[in-house]
């Protein structure tokens, strides 16, 4: 399969550095005309730097693919709505939105001021739903759009002192799943990588044997692929870490089912707790909203 991005038109948000940087090169280079999204600054989300942005476009005019920098912050809206004009107003059409825009303000959940909570929920999750929302018309209207946002195990199976960012980045999941089923009736699929990668952000925590094999140009491969025609699924996570490539997902372990026509007490819940705590014969959860209810009722001699 080729994945070729010839006549897109992609955006990809905080691509000054780190892995955004990597999605904008790799997605030029297979034809995408990219907006470099970047206004620079620390990785708490500090001061700005009007330069990394246009170092990127330079980057990709350098090797002939096509670019443009955008300075804004993905954490206001009317922003975020010029990063979306700035594809449009450039190139004249939306296809790709890559959302990787991110800060870290770190701190036990007891030490962490409510602002650093709210400054991270703004960047990751926010800056996520603007974004998307301010691409989502153009791209539902033309009936063609791949909307990648960047998740993070952190939030997946949580991150000693990082609970603003993994709520943010659960969150970003839970829109996705949402707008995986809206979009798709349009043609515009909504997917998420959760990355690891040597950058700055991660740079302190990442013994240098392993650090070496982390680079950020294994994880956009990936992004590539889903910001593409190649990719028809939605709602994917795929978790992309040193040339390793899987998808992840929830999954539901064996339950057990009580009559609800008869009392159930908490006693009851906390012995079967012993076994269903377990994960035991854990399988996908069921997507339909009452999951295999009824069969269970049906079994029961309920329905
Ligand atoms: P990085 O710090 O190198 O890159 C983040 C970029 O986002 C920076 O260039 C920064 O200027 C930009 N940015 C920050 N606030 C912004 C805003 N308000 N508007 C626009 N741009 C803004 O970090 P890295 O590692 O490249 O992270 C990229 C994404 O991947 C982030 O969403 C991060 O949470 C996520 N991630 C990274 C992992 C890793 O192992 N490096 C692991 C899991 C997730």
Redesign the pocket.
Known sequence: MTVNLEGRVAIV?????????EHALLLARLGAKVVV?????S?A?TGD?RR?AQMVVDEIRAAGGEAVANL????EFSAAQRIVQTAMDTYGRLDILVN?????RDKTFAKMEVEDFELVLK??LM?TVYCTKAAWPIMNEQGYGRIVL?????GIVGGFGQSN?GAA?MGTLGLMNCLALEGARNGVLVNAI?????????QALIPPQIGQH?R?DLVSPAVAWLASEACTQSGLVVNAVAGYFACQRFVEGEGVQFNPTEPVTADMVADAAKSFGQMNNARAVDPRPLGDLEARLQALGLS
């Open positions: 948000t905080g691509a000054g550095g780190g892995l955004g940087r999204n970047d206004p620079g600054g990785v989300g730097d990394v804004d912050s993905v954490a990787n825009a991110g800060i870290l960047v990751h800056g960047t998740t993070s195990a952190a960012y980045k959760s990355p690891a990668a040597a950058t700055r952000m991660t982390l950020p």
